[in-house]
Each structure stands twice: as C-alpha cells, then as structure tokens.
C-alpha cells in the first residue's frame, strides 16, 4: 500500500510564528503536492515538486515556500503564520510520466494560527 | 477560471437508491478523469478514474460516465449506502508534457448525504 504521512495532525500556532509542515512518502514517487482545503473552495494548489530540489507554484503559492532535498519527503514551509493560513493542508504524491497515474493524499494536517 | 466544476455542492440521497454526482469541464485537452471521495478530517482517497477513450468505466457500485461532446461526467453510486456519505471530488488531467508538468485541475467538490 502507499503511504503518504504527514507529520502532524493537528497544529496550533501563533502568529508570525514559523511553521514546518512535513510529509514523507514510501512510494518513490518522483511528483509531490501541497494543497490546502477550504470549505467551498475545493483543493488548492500551493506548490508542486517534479523531482528533488525542483519545484513549481502552484495557484496560490504566497506566503509559502518548500523544499525538497530528498525525494520521499516534501516539507511546507510557512514563513510567518497569519490567521488566513488557518486550513487543512495536504500534502500528495503519484508517480509521473503519465496523466492517469493516481495521485495519493496523506491524511492532512489541520493548522490554526491564532 | 475554473476548468473543473461541480455545480452541487451537495445532495442528499436515500439508502439504496441511486447518487448521481456531476462534473463538467472546459478544456479540451484534459485525457484523463479521476474521482475521489473524502471524509471529514482525512485525506481524499482514489475511488475510480476514465481515460478520455472511453465513455464509460465501472467498479462494483461506482460507474463513471464520459461525454466528451458535452464535456460533462458523472459518477452513479448504486446502491447508496450511509457508508458513502462524503465529500466527492472531479478531477482531471492534461497529457504528460515533461518532467515539470502537472495539469491536474480539481473541482470544489460535492458533498453527498445517504440518509437510511
């Protein structure tokens, strides 16, 4: 089975606190993805990683920044919380080179800044 | 613009009739459609995907119909079961491009309610 976990579940911050969100995946999968999730905005993208230390914004990469400097895991980092980054993050990984290849979520970390 | 939509954000079914969840979409080039369903306070999972060759896939209670002239899918859940209730989201995917494609466009997703 693949495995996406990410590192915590359930964070509460600060704001203008820096924030770590790590996800690891058992898969070698070359494609990494952190979204967030809104009620009634879907899954936004927030940035994508194709290979180690490469990676792409996705549709709302401000205020955030990554790294990728192995390729199992995939780090979100929030520079300086502020109470709009208050959602679930997901963090999701699938194999590339083909457009059907199922995309695996890990279970999300739930962060409030307050 | 939003190439992905799901127009109901919600919809309510009785257990053991028939779901029906709707996606529509607005580029041509997407080849590949994928659904997937999530429970509150955990990660979407895959339910079931289409390739843009066919019209039609199944997997046990869940089928997935393609119209390509009307860019419309949809997914049929038969029976429902309360089991089922869930947030479920369309998505749908370009051609591989290169390394550095992505082009996986997801809609906001529908949340479906099996009342037994």
């Known amino acids: 089975d693949v495995k996406v976990t990410q590192s915590s579940r359930y964070l509460v911050k600060r704001t203008g606190e820096k924030v770590f969100l790590e996800c690891v995946q058992d898969m070698d999968h070359e494609n990494m993805f952190w979204y967030r999730q809104d009620p009634g905005l879907g899954l936004r993208l927030i940035y994508f990683?194709?290979?180690?230390?490469?990676?792409e914004k996705g549709d709302i990469p401000e205020g955030y920044s990554v790294s990728r400097e192995k390729k199992e895991r995939f780090s979100l980092i929030l520079e300086s919380a502020s109470t709009n980054q208050t959602s679930m993050y997901l963090c999701?990984?699938?194999?590339?080179?083909?457009?059907?290849?199922?995309?695996?979520f890990g279970e999300g970390s739930w962060l409030t800044v307050v | 613009d939003q190439q992905v939509k799901q127009n109901s954000p919600s919809l309510s079914v009785q257990e053991g009739r028939i779901s029906i969840l709707n996606c529509d979409y607005t580029n041509s080039m997407f080849d590949y459609f994928l659904w997937y369903k999530k429970y509150p306070a955990e990660g979407p999972t895959f339910l079931i995907s289409i390739s843009s060759i066919k019209d039609k896939n199944e997997d046990g209670r869940f089928t997935v119909f393609l119209n390509k002239s009307a860019k419309h899918l949809s997914l049929h859940i038969v029976p429902s079961q309360p089991g089922d209730s869930a947030v479920y989201f369309c998505a749908a995917s370009e051609p591989y491009s290169g390394a550095g494609s992505y082009q996986l466009t997801f809609g906001k997703g529908t949340k479906l309610s099996v009342i037994p």
């Open positions: 990683s194709y290979d180690v230390k490469m990676k």
């Open positions: 999701a990984s699938r194999f590339r080179g083909f457009s059907g290849n199922t995309i695996y």
